[in-house]
C-alpha cells in the first residue's frame, strides 16, 4: 500500500462547476500538507499549503485536513478551462528532511 | 510564491557525454534543495537531497556516481549526469526550500540523450 493514495482521474467537469480532489494516507507522522498543479511539461506550482485540521481558503482554493481520518482535499471553485492540470498533493514530516512523499496525481479536465 | 530557475530547460547530447544542469533559488536562500525525475504521466521521483555545504544524500537504487550533485551556495544547485545514455532520457526537475511546508519547484529540464 502507497503511503499516500490519489485518484487518478480524469476528472471532467464542465466549467463552472466546483472540482474536488482528495488524497488519503498512513503515515500519521506527516505534519504539512500541500497541493500542487502541474501543466504539461511544466514544474509544479505550490497552489496551497497547510499544517492543521481544518478548512484554509485562498480565492477560488479550499484546503481541507482531516488528520483524525489522514484525509485531505482540495476544492476548486468557478473552475475554468485553465484549470486543466494534474494535481498532486503532497506531505512531509519535518523528521524526515522535509521530503515530499506525493500522492499520484489527478488529472483535471474543465471543459467550456 | 517564490521563484526557482533552472537551465537549460532543454538539451539534447550525444550517448558518452556529460551534462549540467544548474538549480536556482532566484529571492530566497534555500536551505535544502531536491532534484527529481519523472516519467510522462507518472508523478515525480525523488532522486536526491542536497543542503548547502554538505554531500548529497541519494535515495535507493539512484547511482551517485551517475548523477553528481553540487550544492554550492544557498541559492545554487547543479545536477551533473555523467556518461549519459538515452535511458537518463527523462525530465528533470528541481525545487529549493527553506521551510517543511513551501516547497517551490523550477520548470524543469527535458534531457534527451541521442
Known amino acids: 500500500q502507497k503511503e499516500v493514495e490519489q485518484d487518478p482521474g480524469p476528472l471532467s467537469v464542465p466549467e463552472g462547476a466546483i472540482v474536488s480532489l482528495n488524497c488519503t494516507y498512513s503515515n500519521s507522522a506527516f505534519q504539512y500538507f500541500m497541493w500542487y498543479r502541474q501543466y504539461s511539461r511544466k514544474g509544479p506550482e505550490l497552489l496551497m499549503y497547510?499544517?492543521?485540521?481544518g478548512n484554509k481558503e485562498d480565492g477560488r482554493f479550499t484546503a481541507q485536513v482531516d488528520k483524525s481520518s489522514k484525509y485531505i482535499s482540495l476544492f476548486i471553485r468557478d473552475s475554468q478551462p485553465s484549470d486543466s492540470a494534474t494535481y498532486l498533493c503532497?506531505?512531509?514530516?519535518?523528521?524526515?528532511?522535509?521530503?515530499?512523499?506525493f500522492g499520484g496525481g489527478t488529472r483535471v479536465l474543465v471543459k467550456p | 510564491g517564490a521563484v526557482v530557475s533552472q537551465h537549460p530547460s532543454r538539451v539534447i547530447c550525444k550517448s558518452g557525454t556529460s551534462v549540467k544542469i544548474e538549480c536556482r533559488s532566484l529571492?530566497?536562500?534555500?536551505?535544502?534543495m531536491f532534484w527529481y525525475r519523472q516519467f510522462p504521466k507518472q508523478s515525480l521521483m525523488l532522486m536526491a537531497t542536497s543542503n548547502e555545504g554538505s554531500k548529497a544524500t541519494y535515495e535507493q537504487g539512484v547511482e551517485k556516481d551517475k548523477f553528481l550533485i553540487n550544492h554550492a551556495s544557498l541559492t545554487l544547485s547543479t545536477l551533473t549526469v555523467t556518461s549519459a545514455h538515452p535511458e537518463d532520457s527523462s525530465f528533470y526537475i528541481c525545487s529549493a526550500t527553506s521551510t517543511p511546508y513551501e516547497q517551490y519547484f523550477g520548470p524543469g529540464t527535458r534531457l534527451t540523450v541521442t
Open positions: 503532497a506531505m512531509s514530516d519535518k523528521a524526515a528532511g522535509n521530503k515530499l512523499t
Open positions: 529571492d530566497f536562500q534555500a536551505t535544502t
Open positions: 497547510t499544517y492543521s485540521s
